[in-house]
């Protein structure tokens, strides 16, 4: 089946520092990726859609020069939290997809769990 | 826009007996529904999906979830819970026809106890 490679898995570094994500599509075109934010005990919130090749869209509230997503390829995006601070410590989730805009079934990575101390 | 909800965000079952985890969506249009199951620090693995058709869906492990449009509904259930069914689980339903733009429900807690 279909694979998605998340890395880091975890993360953890100092206050001020920024972190990269990688969010991997091994065996498919991913021309839409997802990303996703999920608090201790909570549900995932959509952070931002990004389509191979363009600009990627956030949702109301996510602030984009915070969180850089770069989708320069069919199998890679790249999630930078920027100047991270300990409210960013989160479990962030990526998600791919295929097919024209992104309409075959989507496909979740394992996560990263960025700490920041 | 659409919603869903879970009713109880913690639900416990001993082994062996039935799993029936609840949930309700609103949509403006005909939702895509989805069961995932998400295993300590991992990310989601799909359970089930209901697009079009048959209303009773069958997925992996043994679950099976029912679309009852007349109740805004699609739970799930398991005959018999296993300790290894023990997750968090998490409703979602498409929020378009042509994206794939999921809204999750608040996630409900299975435990099962030996």
């Known amino acids: 089946g279909a694979v998605v490679s998340q890395h880091p898995s975890w993360v953890i570094c100092k206050s001020g520092t920024s972190v990269k994500i990688e969010c991997r599509s091994l065996d498919f075109q991913a021309t839409t990726m997802f990303w996703y934010r999920q608090f201790p005990k909570q549900s995932l919130m959509l952070m931002a859609t990004?389509?191979?090749?363009?600009?990627?869209?956030?949702e109301q509230g996510v602030e984009k020069d915070k969180f850089l997503i770069n989708h320069a390829s069919l199998t890679l995006s790249t999630l930078t939290v920027t100047s991270a601070h300990p409210e960013d410590s989160s479990f962030y989730i990526c998600?791919?997809?295929?097919?024209?805009?992104?309409?075959?079934?989507?496909?979740f990575g394992d996560g990263t769990r960025l700490s920041i101390l | 826009a659409q919603s869903v909800t879970q009713l109880g965000s913690h639900v416990s079952v001993s082994e062996g007996a039935l799993v029936l985890l609840r949930c309700n969506y609103s949509?403006?249009?005909?939702?895509?529904l989805f069961w995932y199951v998400q295993y300590p620090n991992q990310g989601l693995q799909l359970l089930l999906k209901?697009?079009?058709?048959?209303?009773l869906v069958k997925g992996i492990n043994g679950f099976e979830a029912e679309f009852k449009k007349s109740e805004t509904s699609f739970h799930l259930t398991k005959p018999s819970a296993h300790m290894s069914d023990a997750a968090e689980y998490f409703c979602?339903?498409?929020?378009?026809?042509?994206?794939?733009?999921?809204?999750f429900g608040p996630g409900t807690r299975l435990s099962v106890l030996p």
């Open positions: 990004s389509n191979e090749g363009s600009k990627a869209t956030y």
């Open positions: 209901y697009t079009t058709g048959a209303t």
């Open positions: 979602a339903v498409r929020a378009d026809n042509y994206g794939q733009n999921f809204v």
């Open positions: 949509s403006s249009v005909p939702p895509y």
């Open positions: 998600s791919a997809a295929g097919g024209a805009w992104g309409n075959q079934p989507q496909h």
